[in-house]
């Protein structure tokens, strides 16, 4: 029987894995391939548990292989270095988010919207240039072509940067590029969970006045009185939403929930704009009278581009931005799931990688 390329690997490697759509993870060895003249190879410390984890080795998008390891939110320390390497040195602080390889070639790429390329391979799931399977940073140790890593500044905690890998840079790109990164702007924050926290954080920073949308009344404490949101506004009380009509220059949606979003529009004003960063797995019902009557926008937006996501590392080091976090052990992990499952989490679970590992082998 021929070899599946990935055993052929020269790096032995552990970590946690799904192996049907049940979603169970349990202890799985594995290998990486050899570093190569332009990779990096890393000591993962922490990975964060994102909801696209959940989604993905449940395969309720269709689209999972078994056996995979999760994990895109992934930090660590350089042990290896390749010959042509320019970026890093053995003992720096590497991030690798949802990306480890592009064409590098094509009009997005060359706009260093590498997120946005057809043949974009994500972190963990995707088949590789060498034909093998991608798998992610629920394991001890990562190899990642230089481009697609990230320098951690040393004033970042580690655990709490994790998940700026994808959370915060999945937040802050259309903040950025949808021009609602200017001071004094008003930006709705649809959702107080992982994405949705560090969007008013990011939005904070910017100068924003932020108004957190939630359908749970019991967030608003947490909102305003620990996050700094400056308002709270219940979407289902029909009053708050009237009386906040008109007022917003653009929301950020971070909900992966079926939902309506013709009340979100009533909240913007003329050419304002709606961005949509959750996935629901139902389509959504778009108006088009509040829209044409207000030539306002419904956009979506996906992670950002390697450029953009050091700028995000680099911008949340100096401004102290970091994601609110419950440390758990390996052996938690399909625990946290079941958490995540409920929104039983405050505000993203990051595994402790390198000591629970050692405890599981």
């Known amino acids: 029987m021929a070899k599946l390329p990935n055993e052929h690997h020269s790096k032995t490697a552990f970590g946690w894995a799904a192996r049907d759509s049940s979603g169970i993870l349990s202890p799985f060895n594995f290998s990486r391939r050899a570093t190569g003249d332009k990779d990096v190879t890393f000591k993962v410390l922490y990975c964060g548990i994102c909801h696209s984890d959940l989604h993905f080795i449940k395969n309720e998008w269709g689209n999972a292989s078994y056996p995979v390891v999760p994990g895109h939110e992934i930090v660590g320390v350089v042990s290896e270095v390749g010959s042509k390497v320019q970026k890093f040195k053995v003992g720096d602080k590497v991030g690798v988010g949802c990306m480890v390889g592009s064409c590098l070639s094509c009009d997005a790429c060359e706009k260093s919207l590498e997120n946005y390329c057809p043949k974009m391979i994500l972190t963990y799931g995707s088949t590789y240039y060498d034909g093998t399977k991608t798998q992610g940073g629920y394991s001890d140790i990562m190899v990642v072509d230089e481009h697609f890593a990230v320098r951690i500044p040393d004033n970042m905690p580690l655990d709490a940067t994790a ?143 390697m450029k953009e996501t050091q700028e995000m590392i680099d911008f949340a080091a100096k401004h102290g931005i970091k994601s609110d976090i419950e440390v758990v052990a390996i052996h938690y992990v399909n625990t946290a799931m079941e958490r995540l499952l409920k929104s039983d989490v405050r505000y993203r679970f990051v595994i402790d990688i390198d000591n629970s590992l050692k405890a599981a082998l």
């Open 163 to 305: 998940p700026l890998l994808c959370a915060g840079i999945t937040v802050y790109s259309p903040l950025k590029y949808f021009d609602l990164d200017k001071p004094g702007l008003h930006i709705g924050v649809v959702g107080l969970g992982g994405l949705g926290h560090m969007a008013v954080k990011f939005g904070k920073a910017f100068g924003a006045k932020v108004t957190v949308i939630s359908t749970s009344p019991n967030k608003k404490d947490e909102a305003v009185n620990r996050l700094g949101a400056d308002s709270f506004l219940v979407s289902r009380e029909p009053e708050e939403m009237r009386a906040a009509m008109g007022t917003m220059d653009g929301i950020i949606d971070t909900v992966s929930a079926p939902h309506a979003i013709q009340p979100l529009l009533g909240l913007l004003k003329s050419q304002g704009k709606l961005v949509l960063v959750g996935l629901p797995e139902k389509p959504l019902e778009l108006p088009a009278f509040p829209l044409v009557g207000g030539r306002k926008i419904v956009a979506g937006s996906c992670i950002g581009g």
